[in-house]
């Protein structure tokens, strides 16, 4: 009941997130402050059945460094249960997007994940640290004047059979960004 709960509030939040989005004033000119500069945003996933059931939650924060090239960093949480078994798998890292025109996009991140494959007992000795660093294109879908709905294909240069958390290199990931414009 309580990943429900958890669910729920993920949900929501980002409606809200969306929902304001669309109803600030127009800006005339995007400025140079620090909050100008500035922008939050991430993704979130659920999956599940009737015994099997997978959410994460993927918040970031970017920099602006010009009205095209950003850079900032990704944390990840992902909550995995199967049966009676369950996951915590946690981690991260740096990315730079560099826009190509308003809705289009080039995207890397380099990733580090500490994860429980299903199975394991829940110790440190039985968890996988794994790297990966993702290079592809995205396509952004404004949301009013500061936000938008992005959508990401990606492929996984250092992905391995067997140790990696993800079953294929291609990944494919969706999420919003507020204050990206």
């Known amino acids: 009941m309580k990943m429900k709960n958890v669910l729920a509030a993920i949900i929501l939040l980002m409606a809200v997130l969306a929902v304001d989005a669309q109803y600030r004033a127009p800006r005339s000119k995007p400025g140079n402050s620090l909050s100008d ?4 945003g991430g993704g979130g ?3 599940g059945g009737n015994q099997y059931i997978n959410v994460a939650v ?12 950003s850079g900032g960093l990704q944390i990840t949480y992902q909550y995995v249960r199967f049966i009676d078994i369950s996951a915590s798998n946690y981690g991260g890292g740096p990315f730079l997007r560099y826009n190509f025109t308003p809705k289009f996009f080039g995207y890397t991140q380099y990733e580090y994940l500490n994860y429980l494959p299903l199975g ?3 110790s440190s000795e039985n968890r996988y640290h794994f790297n990966s660093w993702f290079v592809g294109i995205g396509y952004s879908e404004p949301l ?6 992005n959508i990401m294909a990606l492929y996984n240069l250092l992905h391995q059979d067997g140790r990696s958390p993800y079953r294929s290199p291609l990944l ?10």
């Open 37 to 40: 500069r500035i922008y939050f």
């Open 45 to 47: 996933g659920f999956s």
């Open 58 to 69: 993927s918040p970031l924060i970017g920099y602006k460094f010009t009205d095209q090239f």
């Open 120 to 122: 394991a007992t829940n």
């Open 144 to 149: 009013g004047d500061r936000a938008a709905f």
């Open 172 to 181: 494919f990931r969706v999420g919003f960004a507020v204050g990206l414009f």
